[in-house]
């Protein structure tokens, strides 16, 4: 089969300028990071925390930053609120943790694992806190191997069929099993790169539609390395078409789980994806010159500069967001990928791009996402390596007062919301109103523009919404994904920079000050309805990655809006600072994360684990 793909070059935007300009934006915080750098390194010498890392302490916090309508709220009460504005923080009085199942190690809180969930092994978590989340213990349970007998690829709900036409075609496309025509591969391949490439922009669709589906539809699968990367992208396109418009896996009072396509025990994509792994063994120990180029190529700077070295990099930033989240929720040691980071650059998506390629970009803006995605992540990173050096369990106390921590937090606060308000218009929305559109369709798509808004006619300003009972809106090229994905991550790095002040409220109440106060009133908004726990996103779970990361962070949500009922000092600061809309706000988004956890428990291990603990915090039950 002779097949000839020609691609145009796409026209000049404005919004290529506009990736143009995020990324002279990271480039110039870069250098900012870089002098952090040096000063968070000197933290391991010194033991103490430089008071210049982000500027002048100031003796009282900015203007701006209090409400003066609450300044009566504040005076000496029951509760022993101490009257000065800052007071350097004592190591001992604030606790950052990263990690969820390090909070669950805070005293205050083993205290009421213990009442409520006593069959809860507290000093195994400790230990082996994230094995223990990642259901590692005990009996692993691994996936089917031998699917063969499967009737079609798509499980219920889609129509990916495994019958061919012909038999010279059967014979050229099969192996071990994998029969597939030239229609269903074109599909599985354009549901790959119009999702998950979208998200995580590593493959070069105009490579894999000219070179690598030509081949395989001439010579059939072999063990080579293209047949396998072609392997694993036919299994996401599948995961991708069934997380839309696949069966529900279980339905729980009318209303379907977010988790769609296959069954629990063999999700949608598993025959391509166990030939994918059959392969891999033979890849990965092969003594071939592509390997070989593979580990040099980032000691090349020339191959850096080249189409495919932009491939590199991106791939690159995707491995270091991932590391990241590992890092961060699950305490795994860091690999020193940091270090190669001005090595190897930012991705600039140079080349020419396939229309189709060009459609998604204009659509759903993902090389910006990408690029905004870079920016948080170095952003999060230099946060929590500062919080960890000052206020880390294992931070020893020393006679240098430290940087008072509402300023040190306010001021990484100042940073996040920078980074908000820098975003291009159409990935920046209003920091109260974390579902509602970016901007209008009509101020994003022109008379000019060439392609309609994905954006459906709903006569609503919201993108997300709280209501899981009405059928969710189906955005194209993961548009939710990438949007939810992008806000979200933002809100929990801003929960992460203020959730110390909830440790010192809860083991040393009488040293909570006003601006501890208002601390934890900045912690409790940023939890508050995260998209990517509101529909339509999470009835797309399957296009979540990693999912753990989010199921343990709704964990701790849950446990600190529980708190706020239970504790004298944070029913203050709930009643007292919050206003009206939050008892709201906060009601439904426990709905949101216990639904969360309630739709994965049956499918992933760390939502079970998750789940026990809530069921004994929240009182539920099993029942479907």
């Known amino acids: 089969m002779n097949l000839e793909c020609k691609y145009r070059e796409p026209q000049p935007t404005k919004k290529d300028k506009t990736l143009v300009e995020i990324l002279e934006r990271l480039k110039s915080l870069e250098g900012g990071l870089r002098n952090l750098d040096g000063k968070v390194d000197s933290l391991n010498v010194r033991g103490t925390l430089p008071l210049s890392i982000y500027g002048p302490i100031q003796p009282n916090p900015p203007p701006s930053t209090l409400d003066a309508t609450r300044s009566g709220s504040w005076s000496a009460t029951s509760v022993h609120l101490q009257a000065p504005a800052i007071s350097p923080a004592s190591p001992r009085d604030v606790q950052y943790v990263s990690a969820t199942h390090k909070m669950l190690s805070w005293p205050f809180v083993q205290q009421v694992l213990e009442n409520k969930v006593p069959t809860l092994d507290l000093t195994s978590l400790e230990k082996d806190g994230a094995a223990m989340l990642l259901g590692l213990q ?13 009737p079609n690829l798509g499980g219920e709900g889609t129509s990916l069929s495994l019958q061919v036409p012909t038999t010279s075609q059967l014979d050229r496309m ?18 790959y790169f119009d999702t998950f490439n979208l998200i995580y922009p590593i493959m070069d ?20 390395s293209p047949s396998t990367l072609a392997c694993l992208v036919f299994a996401l396109g599948e995961v991708a078409i069934s997380a839309v418009q696949g069966a529900p896996v279980a339905t729980r009072k009318s209303r379907p789980s977010g988790i769609r396509g296959g069954s629990v025990e063999r999700p949608p994509g598993l025959l391509f994806f166990n030939e994918a792994r059959k392969r891999m063994g033979f890849n990965l120990t092969e003594c071939s010159l592509e390997n070989v180029q593979m580990f040099a190529l980032a000691a090349n700077p020339e191959e850096l500069t080249t189409h495919r070295g932009d491939l590199i990099r991106r791939a690159f930033w995707h491995c270091s967001i991932m590391e990241t989240c590992l890092n961060m929720e699950l305490n795994l040691p860091r690999t020193g990928l940091d270090k190669l980071e001005s090595l190897v650059g930012l991705p600039d998506f140079s080349g020419s791009f396939s ?96 392609y309609p808004p994905p954006v459906p006619d709903l006569h609503t300003n919201f993108m997300f919404t709280a209501d899981l009972d009405n059928p969710p809106v189906n955005y194209p090229y993961a548009v939710d994904i990438q949007t939810a994905s992008l806000r979200t991550r933002y809100y929990y790095v801003k929960y992460l920079v203020y959730r110390p002040f909830v440790f010192k409220a809860l083991h040393h109440p009488e040293k909570v ?39 343990q962070n709704l964990l701790g949500i849950l446990l600190i809006l529980h708190l706020t009922q239970q504790v004298p ?22 709905i949101l994360c216990i639904d969360w956890l309630r739709d994965l428990k049956d499918t992933d291990a760390t939502a079970l684990w998750c789940w026990e603990i809530l069921k004994g915090v929240y009182s539920l039950s099993d029942d479907p």
């Open 174 to 191: 099969q192996a071990g099993g994998l029969n597939m025509n030239w229609e269903t591969m074109q599909r599985l391949a354009k549901s």
């Open 138 to 150: 005990g009996q692993v349970t691994s996936l089917p191997t031998n699917i063969y007998d499967s």
């Open 569 to 590: 000092i944070l029913i203050r600061i709930r009643t007292s600072l919050m206003g009206t809309k939050f008892d709201q706000d906060a009601n439904e988004t426990a």
């Open 513 to 551: 000050t006003r601006d501890d106060a208002e601390g934890i009133a900045e912690c409790l908004k940023s939890m508050l309805k995260w998209p990517i726990t509101m529909s339509p996103t999470c009835f797309h779970k399957r296009l979540i990655p990693c999912l753990f990361f989010w199921s």
């Open 355 to 450: 229309e189709d390629d060009y459609i998604g970009n204009q659509a759903s803006h993902f090389q910006e996402h990408f690029a905004s995605q870079i920016v948080l992540r170095r952003l999060s990173v230099e946060f929590h390596t500062t919080l960890t050096n000052a206020f880390g369990p294992t931070h020893l106390p020393v006679e240098t007062p430290l940087s008072p921590a509402a300023v040190m937090m306010k001021q990484m606060a100042a940073q996040l919301d920078q980074w908000r308000g820098l975003l291009p218009v159409y990935l920046r929305w209003e920091e109260e109103n974390p579902g509602a559109f970016s901007s209008s369709a009509e101020e994003i798509y022109d008379d000019q523009s060439m």
């Open 205 to 224: 669709r105009q490579v894999f539609q000219a070179e690598v589906l030509p081949a395989i539809a001439n010579h059939g699968f072999d063990e080579s």
